[in-house]
């Protein structure tokens, strides 16, 4: 690719330039006259105008939808970075939730409000139209809560716990978040959400000797400490009393004002906007769509590094990540991660080297290790030989299955044409190239053995009957296992209702039959009197016998028990296995991620469907009735939810207190089956409105009358249950409406993590981030296979799967990997904080690029940066360059690249670098080829040149290339 060096930070510059004309002369008319100032702003131009126009406080109003809205806020603080100003800007997401009011959780939303209401300077706001008028606590309130402490004042250490417990603050035994404060000795270590670090209040005796506050590195000693409070007053104002002394940013429809007010979409502007040139680096990004659920995605997201997390670096252990840091030494500029360690060990890694270092999904509260620690050297050599034995077990399941062939699928077009003209909806486009997928396994030689991942409700069952026709129709037959009984008997309505012309070709084997039953459908089974049978575990047992099976369906694979899953193995070296799961679930996740699976994505919705409505908050008689008598008026069915059997019949008797009218009906596991069977027939038939259940409803159920669903005790489920059971409403067009409620006074931990994750999933949707967020609450468990979960708890999710690809290539006979290279070039090599100034974004393309398996793929890394933020500069140049070297170094088994720096007494000086093979192939030809500033001296090839500059690097990637013969 064309790597031609750019300096894009003068193209930013010229364009501060050109705007800042105009930002005066809107700035002048703003303060001198109290009309609209009238403006017509592109999109392309407004956020350009938003990040550069020089308010201290700023609210712009969107006529956007919510996803809209956040990616617009995200890209305002991406500009703001690239362009060098000092400000933030928040979302205003929606109403302040009750557990946000009173401080139980820390969101997104809460800090914005905190900087709302605290008047902070430089703090600005994004607002859709649809949240204009919602109502916030008053600011007056808030800073009368304010607590002011000053140094040599006579206190006790009561009286300061006291205070912060009335605002809200909770004290924490080992670990600070914002909103807690720990208590060591006669010290007080507050945070607070809208500080970046911490303060140390110090007592001696009844004194208050010392206020100190700690922020990157950097310690302050402080004479007073003003203390904002962590919960809020009850909104009781509107966001237009609140906002007088802003700049109001609106379209012309908007009644919105504040000091001053601009229009952005008029007709006939004030003062045009200026003809600019914007920079490649500084262009939008596509917001139409939300984000993909994709493989890079989902892999992005177990890579990706936050600070004050645990991250593991392969090398030395489990520390905290503490974010980035640029280091200047003898000229040359690198950035490094930096890991704090125990007992105050810091590490810092080059970001060349970026890919030792992963963040830690494994056990919630992982042990930080101390570097050098032997304890780490042994968890990691446990955990080789367990990556080994599972990677030869991988290749053996895979040698297997290409060698297994079968005959090849003809599949038939009039079927096709049949399935497309019966099916009442159109295939959603990903729907459609799901399918295709599939199609193509089934006719290949090979079987299939394809995931396919989908949110709930979006259509994935369709493209198993679809399978199951086509296996059918080739003399196959068709097992479609499912977890419970209730979704066996749902799946068999709908495949007979889809395919009514072959009901006596399907058939069940679950609990709801009888034993009678059950045996003769297994002779039908045997003698291939049946098709397509739909069935739980029992489909799995030995009298189980099939006359030809050819395809077996999973559904829910993910509730399958690993004994199931060694089956299912042993059937996958000579059966299609498709599998079909809803997205957030953290093994199938991992599974999906890890390349165990050929994987097939469903991210669209149905046309017409809502986004569902969620809720989370106290449990409360009061809402609980609101949310039933709404439903009730529609004439909707409801589910309401507890996580224990022996909970549902209070539960019932409380229900039943709220709406003494409806009728009511039981359902849990412990029923016999015609119980089960008689309750659910009764619930589909609209007997029954309202179903107190446990989570025997959760899976694949879907009801159009059912709407609404109530779950009580939320905070014992993982965030996974309580997605699926959301996706059990608002599976029309009808407005769906999910209520999460929880009834303890104080939280764990981890309960609180789950109830910040579920909030702000309420307002911003879920997907692979809720996965993500369930893996680091509830641990990696076990995610690959019983054997592999105390391996997989001791490194990390991503090391294991490191450990399991360097295993796989070792087997076969793949590069070696780069870690024991060890490349010592001094040359500025990095990303400038001037071309992408976002430190997330930073790290996450450090190890995008370090992590590049491949040259192609490290090129395609390279080529997705400058595509996005235009052509890269020097140091990104060299970056690029010195990971081409770390990869053929690799390939040709160089065991170090070493620099030294030679200083002749009466010559100039001089640069000697030396590369150190572990077998240099020495012959007449490579003699031959080698250019007259190189020389050979035994396994080692040296460099002499004058300066290291990028032409130096392309010398030593054209040299490692003619030992490659290329």
Not at 176 to 195: A, D, N, S, Y
Not at 324 to 336: E, F, L
Not at 639 to 648: D, E, F, H, M
């Amino acid at each position: 690719m064309n790597m031609v060096p750019d300096n894009p930070l003068l193209d930013m510059q010229k364009l501060q330039h050109q705007l800042s004309s105009f930002n005066h002369q809107v700035d002048h008319l703003a303060k001198a006259h109290p009309q609209d100032i009238l403006l017509s702003l592109s999109s392309e131009n407004l956020p350009l105008f938003l990040a550069t126009f020089p308010a201290p406080y700023k609210i712009v109003v969107i006529d956007q939808s919510m996803h809209h809205a956040q990616v617009f806020t995200a890209y305002l603080n991406h500009l703001r970075r690239l362009l060098n100003v000092n400000e933030d800007w928040h979302f205003l997401s929606g109403a302040l939730t009750e557990q946000e009011i009173t401080g139980d959780i820390c969101s997104a939303l809460s800090i914005g409000v905190h900087h709302l209401l605290s008047s902070a300077p430089n703090h600005n706001f994004v607002v859709p139209l649809s949240l204009i008028n919602i109502s916030l606590p008053h600011p007056d309130e808030y800073h009368a809560s304010q607590l002011v402490w000053h140094r040599n004042v006579r206190v006790s250490l009561a009286v300061l716990i006291k205070d912060l417990t009335t605002l809200g603050y909770r004290r924490h035994r080992t670990s600070i978040e914002p909103g807690t404060f720990l208590i060591r000795g006669e010290q007080l270590v507050i945070k607070h959400p809208l500080h970046q670090g911490h303060y140390t209040v110090t007592l001696y005796g009844p004194n208050l000797e010392k206020i100190e506050y700690d922020s990157d590195f950097r310690r302050q000693t402080l004479d007073k400490l003003i203390i904002p409070p962590v919960s809020f007053h009850l909104p009781s104002t509107g966001l237009d009393k609140i906002i007088g002394s802003y700049t109001i940013i609106r379209p012309s429809f908007v009644q919105l004002f504040g000091s001053s007010n601009i229009v952005y979409d008029a007709l006939h502007p004030t003062i045009p906007f200026p003809a600019i040139t914007i920079p490649l680096a500084l262009k939008p990004p596509n917001t139409n769509q939300p984000r993909p659920i994709s493989h890079a995605n989902g892999l992005a997201l177990l890579t990706q590094l936050q600070e004050n997390k645990p991250a593991v670096h392969s090398d030395h252990g489990i520390g905290i990540f503490e974010g980035m840091k640029q280091r200047t030494i003898n000229n040359y500029t690198k950035d490094y991660l930096i890991l704090r360690y125990a007992a105050g060990d810091t590490l810092s890694v080059p970001v060349e080297y970026a890919y030792k270092v992963s963040p830690y999904l494994g056990n919630t509260t992982p042990i930080i290790h101390r570097l050098g620690s032997q304890l780490w050297q042994k968890s990691r050599r446990h955990a080789q030989r367990d990556a080994a034995a599972f990677a030869r077990e991988l290749l053996k399941n895979e040698a297997l299955r290409q060698q297994t062939t079968r005959p090849y699928y003809h599949l038939d077009p009039s079927l096709d044409d049949w399935l497309n003209k019966s099916f009442p909806y159109e295939l959603t486009p990903d729907q459609a190239s799901a399918w295709q997928d599939i199609r193509h396994d089934l006719t290949q030689a090979t079987p299939m053995d394809r995931l396919v991942i989908g949110d709930v409700g979006f259509g994935k069952t369709e493209l198993a009957i679809r399978a199951a026709c086509h296996t059918m129709n080739n003399k196959q037959q068709v097992a479609i296992l499912a977890p419970t009984t209730i979704l066996v008997q749902q799946h068999y309505d709908l495949f007979a209702s889809r395919l009514p012309h072959l009901t006596k070709q399907l058939a069940t084997l679950s609990r709801f039959s009888t034993a009678a039953d059950r045996q003769a459908v297994r002779e039908k089974i045997a003698t291939g009197q049946v098709s397509i049978v739909i069935g739980t575990h029992a489909l799995l047992s030995k009298s189980t016998l099939w006359h030809n099976l050819g395809l077996v369906v999973i559904d829910e694979e993910q509730r399958f028990g690993v004994a199931h899953k060694e089956h299912f193995k042993k059937l996958r070296s000579r059966l299609d296995i498709l599998s079909l799961t809803a997205t957030p679930i953290p093994r199938t996740l991992s599974m999906a991620l890890s390349h165990l699976k050929q994987l097939s994505v469903i991210n669209t919705a149905p046309p017409g469907r809502k986004s569902i409505f969620t809720w989370v908050g106290r449990d409360s008689d009061i809402i609980i009735k609101q949310a039933l008598d709404r439903e009730l008026k529609r004439h909707g069915q409801i589910y309401v939810i507890a996580p224990k059997i022996r909970q549902l019949s209070a539960l019932a008797h409380r229900i039943a207190s709220s709406s003494p009218t409806a009728r009511l009906a039981l359902l849990h596991g412990q029923m016999s089956s015609q119980q089960i069977a008689s309750t659910m027939q009764q619930f589909d038939h609209r007997q029954i409105d309202i179903l107190i259940s446990s989570t025997i409803i959760a899976n694949g159920l879907d009801l159009p009358c059912a709407n609404t669903i109530i779950v009580t005790h939320a905070t014992h489920f993982g965030l996974s249950d309580l997605y699926q059971l959301r996706g059990r409403i608002g599976r029309r067009k009808q407005q769906g409406y999910a209520l999460f409620l929880y009834n303890q006074t104080e939280l764990t931990s981890i309960q609180r993590q789950r109830l910040t994750a579920l909030t702000e999933a309420s307002r911003l949707g879920s997907g692979w981030s809720l996965a993500r967020r369930d893996l680091e609450i509830r641990g990696a468990g076990n995610l690959l296979g019983e054997q592999q979960s105390g391996s997989v708890n001791a490194v990390g999710v991503q090391l294991y799967l490191d450990m399991v690809h360097d295993a796989i290539d070792q087997t076969t006979g793949s590069p070696a990997m780069r870690h024991d290279i060890n490349i010592n070039l001094p040359i500025s090599a990095h990303i400038p904080t001037s071309y992408l100034p976002e430190l997330s974004q930073r790290t996450s393309y450090y190890q995008k690029l370090s992590r590049s398996r491949t040259l192609d793929i490290l090129s395609a890394t390279i080529a997705e940066i400058t595509n996005q933020f235009g052509p890269p500069p020097v140091p990104l140049t060299n970056l690029y360059y010195l990971l081409q070297i770390q990869h053929l170094a690799a390939l040709h088994q160089v065991l170090l690249i070493d620099t030294r720096s030679i200083t002749p007494s009466h010559q100039p000086p001089f640069y000697r670098i030396v590369l150190s093979f572990h077998h240099l192939p020495l012959n007449d030809s490579l003699a031959a080829r080698l250019p007259e500033d190189w020389s050979i001296n035994n396994n080692q090839l040296v460099l002499t040149t004058a300066a290291i500059t990028p032409h130096t690097l392309q010398e030593i990637i054209i040299m490692l290339n003619i030992l490659g013969g290329t």
